[in-house]
Structure formats: C-alpha cells, structure tokens
C-alpha cells in the first residue's frame, strides 16, 4: 500500500478520493505544508508518497501514468507529484524549503497546492532528482482555480474516453508493420482481459515461453503435421510476446524480473525453434545445423550491430549528417516508414515467415529464407549507419566509448596484449581497422586450413593481439561501434566453421549450444547496460575467458582433438555447458536484485 496525502478536503462531488484508493493509494488529508510534512514523515520509509491537490481534475488514468510507474524515483503532473522512496529525503528537504505561496493564509498553510506541487517539483529536479513528467496527449490533468475553470475541466475530461487512450497507449509507439496492423489491433485487449483478471505481465511472458517451447517440440517431430502445429504455435506465442509488453504499459506493471524475462525470451524462444527444426530434419534425414547456427550468428551479430551504434551514438553531439536528414525526410512519406520497417524482417515479420515456411516447406528452406532475409536487413542497415557515422562529426562521450568496451567483451588475454602492442604502437591505427584485421585474419584461417591445422591457433594468436590493441584505447573512432560486432563474427563463425569441418556428427550441435550460451551472455550486457547499471562484474568476463580467450581455447581444442572428432564434441560440450552456469548463475542473482533496473523494451523492432 502506498501513501496520498491531500493537501486539503476535496471538493464537493469530486471523485478524488476513491480514484486514489482505486490506485492502491492509502489517503490522507493535510491542513497545510506543515502537516502534509508530518504526514510524509510518518510513512514507512520504504514506501512511495504522493501528494495531490484536493482541487484536482483530471482522467484517473493521467494519475495512473503520474503516480504509479514504477519506473521513475519521481513523477509530476499539474496538481500531483509522486516520489518512490529512493526520492523521499529529497521531496522532504523540498517540504522544508519551499514556503507557502504569496496570499497564503498564515506560514506554511497550503491556499494553491498546485502551486505548492509544482514548487516542490522543481526544487526535486533542482536537487538532483529527475521528475518524470508523463506525456498525458488528450488526458486532462490540471487544477481549477474557480468554478467556471472547474466545469470547463470537467467538460473536456468527458470528452475524452481514457480507457480508449490508455488501450492506445498499451501498443508500442514505433513496431513493424506485421505486429502493428496484425497483432495489436486485438492483442491490446487481450491485455486488458489478462489485467481484469489479475495476470501479470511475468506469467503473460512465461505463457509465451512455453508455446514457443511447445512449438519447438512439435517441429522436432519431424512430422507434417508437427510442422503445422509447430507454426500456428509459434504465431500464438508472438500474440503473446506483443501482449506481456502491452499488459506492463497498460496496467504500469513493469518489475527488474520482467526485465530480465522480456530481455532473453524472445533470444530462447527463436533459438529454441531453430533446434526443434534441425532436430526435425534430422529424423527425416537432412543434415540442417549448420544453416540453424549460421541463422544464429547472423541474428545475433545483426543485433549486435543494433546494440553498438546506439550506445555509440546515445549522448552525442552534433548528431546530424546528410543521411540522417534524408531518413528523416523519408519518415515523412507514409509508406517509406513501413517499406523500411519491413526490408529490415524485424521481429513480427520474421516471425510470421518462420511460422508460414515451416508450415508449408521445409527446415532447410526456413532457415536459407531467413539467412538471406537476415543478411540482407544486416546489409541495409550496417551500411546506413555506415554513412550517418562518416558524414556527421558526432564526439563520443566517456559514456559512450566505455559501452563499447564493455560490448567488446574482451578478456585477460587481450587486456595483456593491448598494454603490449599498444607501447609498440599498434594501437595508434583506428580501433575498427584492427578489429577487422583481427577477424579477417581469424576467420581465413579457419575457412581456408583444414580442421586441426597447426595454423589457425597461429591466426588465432594473431586475433588476440590485434583484438587487444583494438581496446587499447577509448573506443572514440567514427566507426568504433563495428569493433563488438567484429568480433562476435569472429568468435561464432570460428565456433561454426571448426565444428561444421570436424566430421563428427554432434559436433554442431554442441557448437550450436556453446554460441547459445555465449550470446546469452552478450545479450545481458547489452540489457545491463541499457538499465544504466553498467556491463556485468569484471570476474564474469574473467572467468568466461573474454572472446579472444574462448576463441583461442576453441582452435586449440580443435588441433589437439583433430584426429579425435568425439572428444571435440565433447569439449564442446563441455565449454557449453560451463559458460552457460556461470553466466546463468550470475545473471539470476543480479536480475532478481532490488538493484537491477525495470528495463522494457520501447523502441527496438528486432
């Protein structure tokens, strides 16, 4: 239960009191700043305060946005502010300071709260706090100074229906054309029924989760009509994944649990799927896991590309170029908004594919659809931002070139060999030159020599020094966000390449595992660093060796086992599995922690 405190009695007929309660807000009434301080104090300190103005007007979802997200320390609207408990010392020095308005009745007596409200929403953000200010659009939320501003208030909150806006609202603003005219339209009241009923964003995810899962089973079967229901299922899984994210918007119930799971089930579910069809094609004798993990690194490194060039360019200046003004001149025409959205095959689009293909052809012809669609999307995009990166003179921010190493993920192995190389010189070269060196020198080698061969732990060597000259430095560089994508290319198509010339017949879907688990790992720093709490404790990349230091382990496993193709899988195997407990241990207990950040996914497609 929370705390309200009114500033005074409400007004006669006003709803105020109720639609508070309704909130989950425990009411009380003040006489004046004085005791509206006496009132706050004596709230447990662990949680949220409200203070409202007993004259307020306004649509019970604009007091829903303003004073139960809880993602923000606090928020404020005309006539009410809110501070979570992280902002109470704040809002109680502000009580303290900020004094009745001029006409009052005697020191410290509360004749205009709304005043009052936004005097203490202002000394907040002149204290440090950030005051989230909910973008209300048609809601009403303002404080009437006389009858006839109340009756005009009450007028334009009839006018408008909040339930229709708040259901709007529930959709994502920006999604592609698949998920926004095919799944929103009737998904938003799918959420609507699930909050009704008490259901919470987390089991909404889970539910999706375990259709995904239930798919994947369906299309190892192997079996046509597996098939069938393997797609249906997977289009009633993505209904489910849009409708999770619209319950938290529509019901404000966003929590660091749902964080976590909205960050990794979309990853689990598709990759889940990618090995329910290769084990289905397996039973029907075709040989697929070579194409599932192609289809695996190429997702997960498009994304990467995603996850780099946005942190790159986060908080920096002088963000304009040529190419971004004529993005944005084509935003202006309807359909090259959509045209755009869908070349890219997000995420609906993607999925509805996946679903129709393996419906109606086969594994094989699913996954060289989507390795084509996907490489292509990769392809526009990288080379879009390619553009806006050369032609615009943006300055990186500490912030930003400490976000591209921690996406860098480099270990003990390169951190050595950047103080080194970085003496002699290396480093002086751009940070993306020595990283494409690196993985064009790696990923020769291991295409180019037989499995085993002596050479490619030489070129996997050459791949540690010039990866740790690459980080020697700030990652400023025009083009340094393309150094983590670099080297997840490296680091997984090595894993593919070595497993797939192995010859032995589980080598790939060990391989397969050990990329899972590694792009587990590389998801939840991006997710972390999202939240604003930085990339995952040193030890972590540590212990996981870094990507130089896998990649390197890989090649030698690889020339030591190259007459030994069971024990390779094995070792594989084994890598998997030690990666993916370490990093699943790690990742629970940070996710499940007071301290972990409400992260939701708002803008991304992919």
Same mark, same amino acid.
């Given at each position: 239960?929370?705390?309200?405190?009114?500033?005074?009695?409400?007004?006669?007929?006003?709803?105020?009191?109720?639609?508070?309660?309704?909130?989950?807000?425990?009411?009380?009434?003040?006489?004046?700043?004085?005791?509206?301080?006496?009132?706050?104090?004596?709230?447990?300190?662990?949680?949220?305060?409200?203070?409202?103005?007993?004259?307020?007007?306004?649509?019970?979802?604009?007091?829903?946005?303003?004073?139960?997200?809880?993602?923000?320390?606090?928020?404020?609207?005309?006539?009410?502010?809110?501070?979570?408990?992280?902002?109470?010392?704040?809002?109680?020095?502000?009580?303290?300071?900020?004094?009745? +308005?001029?006409?009052?009745?005697?020191?410290?007596?509360? /004749?205009?709260?709304?005043?009052?409200?936004?005097?203490?929403?202002?000394?907040?953000?002149?204290?440090?706090?950030?005051?989230?200010?909910?973008?209300?659009?048609?809601?009403?939320?303002?404080?009437?100074?006389?009858?006839?501003?109340?009756?005009?208030?009450?007028?334009? @909150?009839?006018?408008?229906?909040?339930?229709?806006?708040?259901?709007?609202?529930?959709?994502?603003?920006?999604?592609?054309?698949?998920?926004? *005219? *095919?799944?929103?339209?009737?998904?938003?009241?799918?959420?609507?029924?699930?909050?009704?009923?008490?259901?919470?964003?987390?089991?909404?995810?889970?539910?999706?989760?375990?259709?995904?899962?239930?798919?994947?089973?369906?299309?190892?079967?192997?079996?046509?009509?597996?098939?069938?229901?393997?797609?249906?299922?997977?289009?009633?899984?993505?209904?489910?994944?849009?409708?999770?994210?619209?319950?938290?918007?529509?019901?404000?119930?966003?929590?660091?649990?749902?964080?976590?799971?909205?960050?990794?089930?979309?990853?689990?579910?598709?990759?889940?799927?990618?090995?329910?069809?290769?084990?289905?094609?397996?039973?029907?004798?075709?040989?697929?896991?070579?194409?599932?993990?192609?289809?695996?690194?190429?997702? /997960?490194?498009?994304?990467?590309?995603?996850?780099?060039?946005?942190?790159?360019?986060?908080?920096?200046?002088?963000?304009?170029?040529?190419?971004?003004?004529?993005?944005?001149?084509?935003?202006?025409?309807?359909?090259?908004?959509?045209?755009?959205?869908?070349?890219?095959?997000?995420?609906?689009?993607?999925?509805?594919?996946?679903? @129709?293909?393996?419906?109606?052809?086969?594994?094989?012809?699913?996954?060289?659809?989507?390795?084509?669609?996907?490489?292509?999307?990769?392809?526009?995009?990288?080379?879009?931002?390619?553009?806006?990166?050369?032609?615009?003179?943006?300055?990186? /921010?500490?912030?930003?070139?400490?976000?591209?190493?921690?996406?860098?993920?480099?270990? +003990?192995?390169?951190?050595?060999?950047?103080?080194?190389?970085?003496?002699?010189?290396?480093?002086?070269?751009?940070? *993306?030159?020595?990283?494409?060196?690196?993985?064009?020198?790696?990923?020769?080698?291991?295409?180019?020599?037989?499995?085993?061969?002596?050479?490619?732990?030489?070129?996997?060597?050459?791949?540690?020094?010039?990866?740790?000259?690459?980080?020697?430095?700030?990652?400023?560089?025009?083009?340094?966000?393309?150094?983590?994508?670099?080297?997840?290319?490296?680091?997984?198509?090595?894993?593919?390449?070595?497993?797939?010339?192995?010859?032995?017949?589980?080598?790939?879907?060990?391989?397969?595992? #050990?990329?899972?688990?590694?792009?587990?790992?590389?998801?939840?720093?991006?997710?972390?660093?999202?939240?604003?709490?930085?990339?995952?404790?040193?030890?972590?990349?540590?212990?996981?060796?870094?990507?130089?230091?896998?990649?390197?382990?890989? /090649?030698? #496993?690889?020339?030591?086992?190259?007459?030994?193709?069971?024990?390779?899988?094995?070792?594989?195997?084994?890598?998997?599995?030690?990666?993916?407990?370490?990093?699943?241990?790690?990742?629970?207990?940070?996710?499940?922690?007071?301290?972990?950040?409400?992260?939701?996914?708002?803008?991304?497609?992919?």
């Amino acid at each position: 239960m929370s705390t309200a405190i009114l500033t005074g009695p409400p007004a006669p007929g006003s709803s105020l009191d109720g639609d508070l309660r309704s909130l989950g807000f425990d009411v009380r009434i003040a006489s004046g700043a004085e005791e509206a301080g006496a009132l706050l104090a004596a709230v447990p300190a662990g949680e949220r305060v409200a203070l409202v103005d007993p004259r307020f007007v306004g649509h019970l979802h604009a007091l829903r946005l303003t004073l139960t997200d809880p993602r923000f320390p606090a928020a404020a609207a005309p006539g009410a502010l809110t501070a979570q408990p992280e902002a109470r010392p704040a809002l109680a020095r502000a009580l303290g300071t900020v004094s009745a +308005p001029p006409g009052a009745a005697g020191t410290g007596t509360v /004749t205009d709260a709304g005043v009052l409200t936004d005097a203490l929403a202002d000394a907040l953000d002149a204290d440090g706090v950030s005051v989230h200010r909910p973008q209300l659009g048609t809601l009403v939320a303002t404080v009437p100074t006389d009858a006839e501003a109340r009756h005009a208030a009450r007028v334009a @909150v009839d006018a408008v229906d909040d339930e229709a806006v708040r259901l709007r609202s529930a959709v994502k603003a920006h999604d592609g054309f698949f998920t926004t *005219f *095919f799944i929103s339209p009737y998904s938003r009241y799918i959420a609507r029924w699930c909050a009704r009923r008490g259901l919470t964003p987390n089991q909404v995810t889970t539910a999706s989760l375990l259709t995904a899962l239930i798919a994947a089973g369906c299309a190892a079967t192997g079996e046509r009509g597996g098939y069938i229901a393997a797609g249906v299922l997977l289009l009633v899984s993505f209904v489910l994944d849009c409708t999770d994210g619209q319950l938290a918007r529509y019901a404000l119930k966003y929590s660091t649990m749902g964080a976590w799971l909205d960050a990794t089930f979309d990853r689990a579910k598709e990759y889940a799927f990618y090995a329910g069809l290769a084990l289905g094609a397996a039973r029907d004798g075709d040989d697929v896991w070579a194409l599932a993990l192609g289809a695996m690194v190429l997702m /997960t490194c498009r994304h990467v590309v995603d996850f780099s060039f946005n942190e790159a360019n986060h908080d920096a200046t002088a963000n304009t170029s040529p190419t971004a003004a004529l993005s944005s001149k084509l935003d202006s025409v309807g359909w090259t908004v959509w045209a755009r959205r869908m070349i890219i095959l997000p995420i609906g689009e993607r999925w509805a594919m996946i679903a @129709v293909l393996t419906a109606a052809t086969s594994p094989r012809i699913v996954f060289w659809a989507l390795i084509i669609g996907c490489a292509f999307g990769a392809c526009y995009t990288t080379a879009g931002r390619v553009l806006r990166s050369l032609t615009r003179k943006a300055k990186r /921010t500490d912030r930003a070139a400490q976000a591209l190493a921690d996406l860098a993920d480099s270990g +003990p192995l390169a951190g050595l060999a950047g103080r080194i190389f970085g003496r002699a010189g290396l480093a002086m070269s751009p940070a *993306f030159v020595l990283a494409f060196v690196a993985a064009g020198v790696l990923i020769s080698a291991v295409l180019g020599r037989p499995f085993g061969d002596a050479g490619t732990v030489v070129a996997a060597c050459l791949y540690v020094m010039f990866a740790g000259a690459a980080v020697a430095r700030p990652l400023k560089g025009a083009l340094d966000w393309l150094v983590p994508p670099l080297f997840r290319a490296a680091e997984y198509t090595t894993v593919l390449v070595l497993a797939a010339r192995s010859d032995a017949p589980q080598a790939l879907p060990a391989a397969f595992g #050990l990329v899972a688990a590694v792009a587990y790992h590389h998801y939840d720093t991006v997710y972390r660093i999202r939240g604003g709490t930085g990339a995952p404790p040193a030890w972590l990349v540590r212990v996981t060796g870094g990507h130089e230091g896998r990649t390197l382990l890989v /090649t030698v #496993l690889a020339a030591l086992l190259a007459d030994r193709g069971d024990d390779f899988t094995l070792a594989l195997t084994a890598l998997a599995v030690a990666v993916a407990l370490v990093v699943l241990v790690e990742s629970i207990r940070f996710w499940v922690s007071a301290g972990a950040p409400a992260v939701h996914d708002e803008g991304e497609t992919a």
